[in-house]
């Protein structure tokens, strides 16, 4: 028998010697249930059980519990023994609660006054035991139960050291679970803040994490944490480790502690005070140097608290950004650190490098280790390390060596682990477009990407390709003349296909006059390929051929011989046949003209935020999301990402329904599409988006979107549509007659806050003056922004129905917002920018909970419809948005940048928006601060 | 903050878990799977971290247990490996010279210390004198009532 301590419950001790000894899994079930049953009948017999008993079967469930079996007796008696006056049969009943309780309601106020019996008792071993279970259950129910009791005894001069520990860290986590229930006085926090001045490092330790979490739900509330906690961190560092006694670990003092201290920091900007900014700079040389001396110890122990620290005061360095000397220092520090024999520090070093290359001041220095992050990437063991290089390589890229890069990522994709390819394959796409002089070179490496990792090629991915080939008249018959070449190899991955097949139907035609390319052997070449393909690819190929009618009318009667096909046009896939039967039907009907103008090249694709860095970003599900980490995708949401396999017959239909449901507006929804064909049916009815998905709906109508209904009662329906153009929006109003009379005299103004002093100069045609029953009557014209605005343009409509008046008022939802224009910037340009913007007027910040479920695609769509970029890439925390635009008025052009911040684990969003002219921030972030 | 954290054997034996947000028992037991999977299949010359979901795990191994904690993005990956060694050291100190067994057997011990370590997934306590003090004096408490129980029962005649 191992050595028992205390010697307290021996009939325990014999128990799990037994399940030791069970030399079966079902002979230790039997001896489990054996054990279940007897302490099931001694609950229910014996109603004279002591402490002591309850406590042994308490303990007894407990070990059952964590061999993994269910238990769903025994709350009763584990709440009883809380009311024990004996501190180990309360401290058993407690922990019993803490490790299984999932609590009904009449057991969870039993509970609670348990609790709050045992923290107003007068022993503090009591009050520590019930402040441990809140910490460790910390329920919605306790935050708002204790509101008052545990703060006090945070900040009351009476009590005693470990208890305020205790505290600071049980109210730490009743904040996390339920922020809006805890309320914290205001009055309170200067003390709470004090509390990093305590004298005793335990007391500190604790508080630093309740302030951290209090100040990243409010930081000016906490602002004088900056200067307690850069002088603590300075007492520490300056320190011998022989002052702190049993807080210094291993020669390091108060590890810990100085790594809080660090972190808390990284809540702020660096200190406006010079005098403190320069205290905290000589504490992060001060570590700098320490680092660089000799070890105190062998033991890894001294070096990994050492060197804790150093990583923090680095992350603390670039958060900061702005002191160049330092940066360039710590990434000469990671630099060694690169070549470390230990595996955690070139990790780690390689980690806290790409924060390092995102900083102006710091990208060269890190580019010098380039050739050591790529002999990491040939070189390392460990996946996760070369994961990390990649990672690096990717953030230190620029346009000075991203051919060496791209170069290098492309060999090592060849041979690299299967979990990391398809994240590789989006890195290398999105650094060959970002970083490409020469277009040509960016289609070589995308076709040698899908060559030699065509299976983990997403969507987005070739999707792309073809976006920028469309975009550019440059590459097209480069284009069409290599993926020409690339369909001729023997085997040939079916994303080359795909790609090669739309390349070739859109611009075959460019390189048909080579022999070797005609018309007849690129439609044989593609041909040859069909066989092999999914039904999806062959639905692509399909409209390939279509286009090839079009493009070669030589070949026509091939085509049709081909969409004749039984496998085609009576194939079994609904999709294909569909557009044989089509297709076919088309070209039999059509004149050359009308098929020229319904098979005409596509128009080029707008210009957005590259699908691939999007992708990149869903690249690490959540904990909660499902396993295989795909989000569904939003209908509406993909609209012009890239081509279309849209299902024909079902797409027809929504059209349908939405044409029933939307009664008269329906064109309004076309909007979102541009000319893109969904592939087959584009020629006969223009595509329309299914109603935008429900996450960017708004309350503020128009703020994400360009079209949408606007007024809607039983006899009319009011919709807008607008499009930008600078400072001028041309606007279409659409008036749906809903009724089954005519609507007559109508007319509509729009009348300004100020009339005297205009925002707005607004210049509509004039309207028609009825409206035929189940009709809708159209009204242009342009609204030019004068200057930025604040108030509403209000709507006025009369008319006549049945010979009644109406009047219907209400106002344009016309935010400043649609006239940002989208700004594209690198990180440097983005940083020195929002420097520059420091007036206090200039900036606004809101600190907001979250209403929608915190969803990164979700936040990154609206803030890219709210009109201004998605930037990614430039926060060096990937879940943070930032982002540019241009506010466009007559009067001047105002910059905006912003910064969204979001904090997960207090569902809340931190918004700061930045604009060059004062207020207009203010504005921008009332539109948005109920909008995530 | 700390996730959670796992102690499990080189067989995949789970020995202790404590966890530091709410998780219900099927996603404990998913979790405990999958990443004990995940550390076991770990060669020895890797790195202690492990990118896992949106969490970082860091574990460590002491003889025949490993030590597993599940951190956030943003902590510090080197200290929670030297929080895993402060918790043993408390442990050895605690048990002398701690083994696997010392674990299994007093579990409800292993948690105590946790307990005065750690709270709420924060550190609550680094000085080992302290925490061992809190633990000692639990001890003090337990043998004095130990000592009640048995003389009431030999007031009784019982003992």
Sequence with gaps: MPNIRGDAMRGLAVFISDIRNCKSREAELRRINKELTNIR??????????????????????????????????????????????????????????????SSSEMKQLIIQNIRNDIQSRNPIFINLALQCVANIGEREMAT??????????????????????????????????????????????????????????????????????????????????????SRLSRIVTSSYTDFQDYTYYFVPAPWLCVKLLRLLQNYPPPDDPSIRSRLNECLDTILNKAQEPLKSKKVQH?????????????????????????????????????????????????????????????????????????????????????????LLYAMCDRSNAEDIVQEMLTYLETADYTIREEMVLKIAILSEKYAVDYKWYLDIM??????????????????VIQVVVNRNDVQSYAAKIAFEALQAPACHENMIKVAGYILGEYGNLIALDPRSTPMIQFELLHSKYHLCSPTTRSLILSTYMKFINLFPEIKQHVQDILRHDSN?????????????????????????????????????????????????????????????????????????????????????????????????????????????????????????????????????????????????????????????????RVEFYYGNKTNSNLTNMSSSISLADELDPDLRINMEPIKSSIDPKAQIKQAGTIECIKDYGNLPKMNVAFFYSNVPQKIDFPLPLYINKFIEKAEMDSNNYFLRWRNLDKPDQECQKI?????????????????????????????????????????????????????????????????????????????????EDQF | MLQFILLFSRQGKLRLQKWYTTQTDKSKKKITRELIAAVLSRKPKMSSFLE???????????????????????????????????????????????????????????????????LGG???????????????????????????????????GLA
């Design chain 1, 848 to 928: 907001f909970p979250a209403k929608f479920p915190m969803n990164h695609n979700e936040c990154s769509q609206k803030l890219d419809s709210f009109g201004w970029s998605d930037l990614a890439g430039i926060d060096v925390n990937a879940d943070n948005f930032c982002g540019a635009g241009i506010l466009h008025t007559t009067a001047q052009q105002i910059g905006c940048l912003y910064r969204l911040e979001p904090n997960k684990q207090a569902k809340m969003y931190r918004l700061t928006i930045r604009t060059s002219k004062g207020g207009v921030a203010a504005r921008l972030a009332e539109l948005l």
């Design chain 2, 122 to 156: 924060e550190i609550q306590e680094t000085s080992k004198k302290s925490v061992l003090k809190a633990i000692n004096d639990q001890d003090v408490i337990q043998e004095e009532e130990l000592e009640e129980k048995r003389s009431v029962l030999e007031d009784l």
């Design chain 1, 303 to 391: 070096s990994n608290a050492r060197n804790a620290v150093l990583f923090e005061a680095i992350n603390l360095i670039i958060h900061m950004d702005c002191e160049s000397t330092l940066l360039v220092r710590a990434c000469n520090q990671l630099g060694q650190f690169l070549q470390n024999r230990e595996t955690n520090l070139r990790y780690l070093a390689l980690e806290s490098m790409c924060l390092l290359a995102a900083s102006e001041f710091s990208h060269e220095a890190v580019k010098k280790h380039q050739e050591t992050v790529i002999n990491a990437l040939k070189s390392e063991r460990d996946v996760s390390v070369r994961q990390r290089a990649v990672d």
């Design chain 2, 52 to 118: 896992w979901k949106d969490l970082k795990v860091v574990y460590k191994r002491y003889a025949s247990l490993y030590f597993c904690c599940a951190v956030e993005q943003d902590d510090n990956e080197l200290l929670t490996l030297e929080t895993i060694h402060r918790y043993v050291e408390l442990l050895d100190k605690y048990f002398g010279s701690v083994c696997e067994l010392d674990i299994i057997f007093n579990f409800e011990k292993a948690y105590f210390i946790f307990d005065e370590f750690i």
């Design chain 1, 569 to 729: 046009f009576r194939s079994s896939d609904v999709e294909i046949q569909q557009r044989a039967t089509e297709y076919l039907r088309l070209s039999e009907i059509c004149s050359p003209t009308v098929l020229a103008t319904v098979l005409e090249i596509m128009p080029p694709y707008p210009e957005k935020q590259s699908p691939l860095l999007v992708r990149l970003k869903q690249k690490k599900p959540l904990m909660e999301a499902e396993p295989s980490g795909e989000t569904p995708t939003t209908p509406g949401a993909h609209t012009d990402d890239g081509p279309k396999l849209a299902d024909t017959a079902i797409h027809l239909n929504q059209q349908h329904q939405q044409q029933q449901q939307n009664g008269l507006l329906v064109s309004l929804d076309t909007i979102e599409s541009n000319g893109h064909y969904n592939e087959s049916t584009s020629y006969s009815l223009p595509s329309s988006s299914v109603p935008s998905a429900a996450p960017l709906q708004s309350a503020k109508k128009l703020l994400f979107k360009n079209s949408d209904i606007i007024f809607e009662n039983d006899i009319i329906q009011i919709g807008i549509k607008v499009e930008i153009m600078k400072s001028i929006l």
């Design chain 1, 145 to 230: 139960a204790f509101t008052n009791e545990i703060p006090r005894l945070l900040i009351s001069g009476d009590t005693i050291d470990p208890v305020k520990q205790s505290a600071a860290l049980c109210l730490l986590r009743l904040h996390r679970t339920s922020p809006d229930s805890l309320q914290l006085n205001t009055e309170w926090t200067a003390r709470i803040i004090h509390l990093l001045n305590d004298q005793h490092l335990g007391v500190a330790t604790a508080a630093v994490s309740l302030i951290d979490a209090l100040v990243k739900r409010n930081p000016d509330e906490y602002k004088g944490c900056v200067n307690l906690a850069v």
């Design chain 1, 447 to 464: 076709l040698k990407l899908i060559r030699i990792a065509g299976d983990f090629v997403s969507e987005e991915v070739w999707y792309r």
């Design chain 1, 41 to 102: 009948q001694r609950f229910r017999a014996d109603k004279t059980l002591d402490g002591y008993q309850k406590k042994k079967y308490v303990c007894k469930l407990l070990f059952i519990f964590l061999l993994g079996h269910d238990i769903d007796f025994g709350y009763m008696e584990a709440v009883n023994l809380l009311s024990s006056n004996k501190y180990t049969e309360k401290q058993i009943g407690y922990l019993f609660i803490s490790v299984i309780m999932n």
